[in-house]
């Protein structure tokens, strides 16, 4: 994929279940709409036909799936994502907000799973013709927290019903891919407002508002 040809700019939220990725990326679109600037908000997985199926088999308690199944269909879902709704936001110039994007699967299925973390690198880039955001905003909390934000909500899914070690795995993932992707950390035990308030600082330096 030729990035130069895609004039928007794409922005990921990244970290645990129940750190406020959700939260804050319908916060920032918010903030798009109010200034008037073109915007796509989406999440992983979802957000295409065959994504929404997809998302439904990976959450749900009662699928059996084994760990690569688990990683093969989150591409599929990805591949997708970015193919069909994506990429094209991204050429009409827009800014794309994404809630997760292939670093999940590298500190789910990866580090938390134990799978090879660099073929699945391999594999998602493949998936997504090599494309890559702009700015990753990861929300760091310990796990006990956010799954307690997340059991309070609505209860647990699939992949939130895994055991402690999991998540602790998880955690270090994702400190790992920080220094390697240079993700823009930040307290995601901050208030909401405040947290929102880090990111729209940011971005606004960044994209130069
Ligand atoms: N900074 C925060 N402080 C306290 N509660 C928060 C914060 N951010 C989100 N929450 C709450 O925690 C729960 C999980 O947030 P959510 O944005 O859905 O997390 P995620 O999408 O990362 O799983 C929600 O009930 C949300 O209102
Ligand atoms: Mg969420």
Not at 100 to 105: D, W
Not at 114 to 130: F, K, S
Request: glycine share 10%; with cysteine; charged share 25%.
């Amino acid at each position: 994929m030729v990035r130069s040809n895609l004039k928007g700019h794409f922005i990921v939220f990244e970290g645990l279940d129940g750190c406020g990725k959700t939260t804050q990326a319908q916060l920032l679109a918010d903030f798009f709409f109010r200034r008037g600037v073109e915007y796509l908000h989406v999440r992983e997985p979802g957000g295409t036909v065959v994504g929404d199926k997809l998302r439904q088999i990976l959450l749900n308690p009662d699928t059996v799936l084994t760990r690569w199944g688990e990683v093969l269909l989150l591409a599929a879902a990805r591949a997708q994502l970015v193919q069909d709704v994506i990429q094209p936001a991204l050429a009409r110039g827009e800014i794309v907000v994404c809630d997760r994007y292939l670093f999940s699967s590298l500190a789910y299925q990866g580090y938390g799973l134990m799978q090879d973390v660099e073929l699945i690198r391999q594999v998602n880039l493949e998936a997504v013709g090599g494309l890559m955001p702009d700015w990753t905003f990861l929300l760091d909390i310990d796990p006990s927290a956010g799954l307690a934000r997340q059991a309070n909500r609505r209860g647990l899914d699939r992949i939130e019903q895994r055991d402690e070690g999991f998540f602790q795995r998880v955690v270090e993932g994702y400190q790992l891919l920080a220094k390697k992707y240079g993700f823009i950390k930040l307290d995601g035990k901050a208030s909401i407002q405040e947290i929102h308030r880090q990111v729209v600082t940011i971005i606004e330096q960044e994209l130069k508002f």
